[in-house]
């Protein structure tokens, strides 16, 4: 297999896979508690990534300053965070739209830049503005599901950019791999008794589909998909990489509409045009130069490099999106 191949097959994986998890986020929440389901997931995919970590690294990949650990235990309190609220939204709102919002995360990445007094190119700025037109019409009163779940789910959308924007500032562990294991860990660890208190779960009453849900978000969401994303990181320019961005959101809506018969509106569809185009807007201004892109990305050289930071809320181990 050529290099070339190889760059689209692990950018298809990204592309399905993370376009896939809003599905499995709705079909584990059929039957198994939100909170309850969010902290098992990310405790199981946690040690699982631990695991892999301590065996293609070596151990010494998760020694971690303490600091490092505090810094990586924030950001998974944030993007953990973000997934449960998605997980208690989506038994109210539709996956693909869930998706089209979560999409409009390089829009609030943007927004903070420039609340902390970055200057994101003016183009970045103008797609920002018509990008959140969009998201108006996706989140109107009347849309086809609760104001409040809706607004649960812009909520996500914002938390997830808040943990993306501050990873990109915190001194978190430099291998990619070990910080997010640890960002998931004690995500999943705060979840977990919350979840597990709050809602008394009976293993008993988990369908066959919910099961399959949740072990389809622990192994391909949290452990495929990111090692697919983080050897793109590695291997193929920034730019490509980042359209996933707005290539999940339209697999999220064609696999709802399959999977579960999910309906689409007019005004869902010029929403989702607006922000989708306002996305491709902001990751193309956004996309570092070429001898930038030359660079070994990992996680490390996006985190020393001021810019925009993608992550989605479909993946809990996207470094640069996913809880999702």
């Known amino acids: 297999m050529t290099h070339g191949t190889r760059v689209w097959v692990a950018l298809a994986a990204v592309y399905v896979i993370w376009g896939s998890t809003y599905l499995g986020i709705e079909l584990a929440g059929e039957t198994i508690p939100p909170l309850f389901a969010v902290g098992t997931r990310f405790v199981a995919a946690g040690l699982l990534m631990a695991a892999l970590t301590a065996w293609r690294r070596g151990p010494r990949a998760l020694r971690v300053r303490p600091v490092e650990l505090a810094a990586a235990a924030l950001v998974g309190v944030l993007l953990p965070g973000a997934n449960a609220i998605l997980f208690v939204a989506e038994r109210h709102v539709a996956t693909g739209l869930s998706a089209l919002i979560i999409g409009a995360v390089p829009l609030w990445i943007v927004l903070l830049r420039t609340l902390t007094g970055d200057r994101p190119p003016l183009g970045a700025i103008a797609g920002v503005l018509v990008g959140f037109g969009g998201l108006a019409l996706l989140v109107r009163p009347g849309g086809g599901a609760p104001l409040w779940a809706l607004l649960l789910v812009v909520a996500s959308s914002l938390l997830w950019a808040l943990g993306s924007f501050l990873s990109a500032r915190l001194p978190l562990p430099r291998d990619a791999f070990a910080a997010t294991a640890y960002e998931m860990l004690a995500g999943g660890a705060i979840l977990l008794p919350i979840g597990a208190l709050a809602t008394h779960p009976h293993l008993g009453a988990v369908s066959a589909r ?115």
Request: with cysteine.
């Open 210 to 324: 919910s099961g399959f849900g949740w072990v389809y978000l622990v192994t391909f969401g949290s452990v495929v998909g990111y090692t697919a994303y983080v050897w793109l990181l590695d291997n193929a320019p920034l730019g490509t990489v980042a359209t996933y961005a707005y290539v999940n959101p339209v697999v999220a809506i064609g696999l709802g509409a399959l999977v579960l018969h999910e309906s689409l509106t007019w005004t869902i569809g010029v929403g989702a045009a607006l922000v989708l185009a306002c996305v491709a807007l902001v990751v193309r201004r956004e996309t570092p130069p070429p001898e930038a892109e030359a660079m070994a990305a990992g996680a490390a050289a996006p985190r020393d490099r001021p810019g925009l930071q993608l992550r989605t809320p479909t993946d809990a181990a996207a470094r640069g999106d996913s809880v999702a």
